[in-house]
Structure formats: structure tokens, C-alpha cells
């Protein structure tokens, strides 16, 4: 994930190419993206199999704490896309494995010719070129956020900055409602009606470009009617104002020796400490300091790019570091980063409640097929929905809550 500075004038701040997503429970124009309440499909006449909300440790249904519009009319023109995340309530489910679980959802409107790649040389001259804040970027065509060197102030917390309300662009704000580029409008647009010779075969997978076998698909799950609500769901809170993420250039160092380590632990070796000192707690270090300079997030995204780990050592951990993420099981793509939930989306949710039992995850990281991919056998115009990887880190317990 590439950092750059921005454009302010005083220089006080950098940006990165990541997106930062708060609750609220005002819902502006936006009431598709949001943590709680119950899931809200693509066609609701065609919703998945319940059984891809059920917990695969106690088989019962699960509750939804993320449901996100993601239409990239940039990247997948006429897809209309959302992420949804489960998890189960249960503790005697908690810390193992399907207990939290991530889908996708998928409309393809028309088929359209994939963009062409840049040569090599074009992508150099890219790299080289500094980034301009002079028209609408990925922030703006997913979120609606500028960045802070836009006409919307060089303050990117300021109360009325609010990158959902409606502007004259609104077709490059899919937070606002009402655009068919609008992929968290509320209330999506069809596009004109698609002629017969228009619904052919898709192209080729990223795999068969490559001449790869791509892994066996998953079959999908038994066909199994959903719920009117689903039970003990949390509260709905909406996900109506995002901002690019803005560090300080120069936060406050901690010192080498500083450990986070349990006072009823037996003491660890000296190659036990020093391995414990250089791996976790030097990547839970940089994770609480990146998530302490914008404290109120919830949600991290990025497509395609690199999420905020909480351990490396965890099952999680080094499936994303040595680049161990299960490919697609539908078309063989590879999967790539998309959102990940930071632990204030824990405090959200469960608010107050001291009677709940909280959840106990540090992160919880998406990715997601690169290709986008619909389910094999889905004609264009109908929906389909895909379980993707949901890499789940667990707070560890001896850093406590």
C-alpha cells in the first residue's frame, strides 16, 4: 500500500490510498453500507442460500455485522457487486474456524471488453508521475471522500464534511443515490435493457488466460430459504461518512524495549522474547498506532491493496504475508484484498450492552476474486453469490481488551 504526501499546504499530514468507512446512525443517502441489521440483497426476489449464514462450528444462523455496496464502475463497469460479512453470536463458537464468514454478491449487467493492459513503459511513466488531486479519484468513485487537498477543505474531520451528502457530480459518488455509477446509492438504476446478442459467453478467466487449472468449484450450498429477520442481530448503524486515510508523518516512537506480555504468563526464553518482541508485537504495535491516529474507523478498504495486520505469526497472518490466500474456487483467479473491520466496529455494535458477551477479533480481513467472477452458470442480467476468504486474526489474549 503505497503512502504519498498530500497537497496541503502546511505539509502537516500524509495520505494513503486507503479509505476509512465510520458508523453512524443517521443514514444520510446512503442505506445500503452499513454494520448490523439484516442483509438487503441484490434482487431481493433471488436471495442466496441461507446456509451461507450458517456457522459451520454449531450450524445456526449467523448474524450480519458488514453489508457494503461495492460497484467499481471503474474497474468492473456494469457489475453491481456488494460484500456481505457474518459472524455467530455463540461463545463456544468463537476462535474456530466458519464461525465468521464472508459473501459476495454479484450482478453483471452486460459483458464489456476488459481494458487492456499498460505496457511496461507506460506503467513506469505512472510511477513516476505525482499524484494530482485535480479530478475525481478511486475515493470519490467508491466513497465519495476527497482528499485533502480538494475543494473540500484541507480539514478532513471537520464536522460538516460530508463526502455521502449529494453534489452536482453525484454520478462519481456512489454514496449518493440515485446514479447507475453509484455503487452505494440506495436505490440502484438499471441500465437500458440488454439485447440477445449481446448475452454471450464471459470472457476468459484470469486463470485460463494463464493457462491455469483452476481449483475444482465449490458446489454451492443447499438451497435453503432465508429468515424474515434474522435473530439477535445487532443494531443498524450506517456507513455514512469515509475519508482517505491521513497519518501524521511523524508519530510518536516507541521505545525498542517497550513489550505487551501477560503478568501471569511463565516467564519465555531469551529466543522465545526475542522472537515474540520482533514479530507480533512489532505488528500489533504498528497496528494500534495506525488505527489510534483515526480512532473512530470501522472499516478499512482498499481494492486490491494491502490490509493492516494485527499479528503475522496467526493463521491469518501468514497466509497474507507469504501470499497463501485460496485462489478463487469459481474461476481460478486469485484473490485479492478488499475491506477489512477494525475493533471499533466491535464497540459500535455492541455499544453499552454489558450484558453482551463481546466479540473477540482483532481484524477481520476480505479478499475477494480479482476477476469478480459471477457463479458458473449465471446468465447476465440474474444474480449469483460467491463465499469469499474471510482471514480472521483473533484478539490475542494476552493483550487483553
Known amino acids: 500500500m503505497a503512502a504519498y504526501e498530500s497537497d496541503s499546504s502546511d505539509g502537516e499530514f500524509e495520505e494513503t490510498n486507503v479509505l ?19 442483509p438487503e440483497w441484490l434482487d431481493p426476489e433471488a436471495p442466496p442460500s441461507a446456509a451461507y449464514a450458517r456457522c459451520k462450528v454449531c450450524k445456526e444462523m449467523m448474524v ?9 464502475p471503474e474497474r468492473f463497469p456494469e ?7 457474518f459472524a455467530c453470536r455463540r461463545a463456544s463458537c468463537r476462535r474456530k474456524e466458519g464461525s465468521i464468514r464472508a459473501l459476495r454478491g454479484v450482478r453483471v449487467w452486460k459483458e464489456v471488453e476488459p481494458k487492456k493492459k499498460d505496457s ?12 494530482k488531486n485535480d479530478g475525481p479519484g478511486l475515493g470519490e468513485s467508491l466513497f465519495g471522500a476527497k482528499g485533502l487537498g480538494g475543494a473540500a477543505g484541507a480539514n478532513p474531520f471537520a464536522s460538516n464534511a460530508n463526502p455521502f451528502s449529494p453534489s452536482t457530480n453525484s454520478s462519481s459518488n456512489p454514496f449518493s443515490s440515485g446514479t447507475p455509477s453509484n ?5 440502484p438504476t438499471k441500465p437500458a435493457a440488454v439485447s440477445e446478442t449481446q448475452i454471450t459467453s464471459l470472457p476468459k478467466t484470469f486463470a485460463e488466460s494463464l493457462n491455469i487449472k483452476p481449483s475444482p468449484a465449490t458446489p454451492p450450498p443447499a438451497a435453503e430459504p432465508w429468515p424474515a429477520t434474522i435473530p439477535d442481530s445487532y443494531p443498524t448503524l450506517y456507513l455514512a461518512d469515509a ?26 526464553s531469551v529466543l522465545d522474547r526475542e522472537a515474540f518482541e520482533s514479530t507480533m508485537d512489532a505488528t ?22 494491502t490490509p493492516l495486520l494485527y499479528s503475522k505469526t496467526d493463521k491469518a497472518g501468514v497466509a497474507i504475508t507469504k501470499g497463501a490466500v485460496p485462489r478463487c474456487s469459481t474461476c481460478g483467479a486469485r484473490r485479492v484484498f478488499e475491506v477489512q473491520l477494525t475493533p471499533n466496529a466491535i464497540f459500535e455494535l455492541e455499544g453499552d450492552d454489558l450484558s453482551l458477551d463481546g466479540m473477540e477479533w482483532g481484524t477481520i480481513i476480505v479478499f475477494v476474486c480479482e476477476q469478480d467472477c459471477s457463479p458458473r452458470g449465471t446468465e447476465l442480467t440474474k444474480t449469483g453469490y460467491i463465499e469469499e476468504w474471510a482471514g480472521v486474526q483473533w484478539e490475542e489474549l494476552s493483550k487483553g481488551k
Open 20 to 38: 476509512l468507512g465510520y458508523a453512524s446512525k443517521d443514514a444520510d443517502d446512503d442505506t445500503i453500507s452499513r454494520l448490523g441489521g439484516q
Open 64 to 72: 450480519l455485522i458488514l453489508q457494503l455496496n461495492g460497484e467499481l
Open 79 to 85: 457489475h453491481e457487486r456488494r460484500i456481505y460479512v
Open 120 to 131: 511496461q513503459e507506460e506503467r513506469d511513466q505512472k510511477v513516476e508521475e505525482k499524484p
Open 183 to 187: 455503487p452505494f446509492s440506495s436505490q
Open 243 to 268: 475519508d482517505y486515510e491521513t497519518l501524521d508523518p511523524t508519530p510518536a516512537k516507541v521505545p525498542q524495549n517497550t513489550r505487551l506480555e501477560d503478568a501471569d504468563a511463565p516467564e519465555p
Open 284 to 305: 500489533f504495535q504498528k497496528f494500534a498506532d495506525r488505527l489510534a491516529q483515526n480512532p473512530d474507523q470501522v472499516i478499512r478498504y482498499e481494492f486490491s491493496g
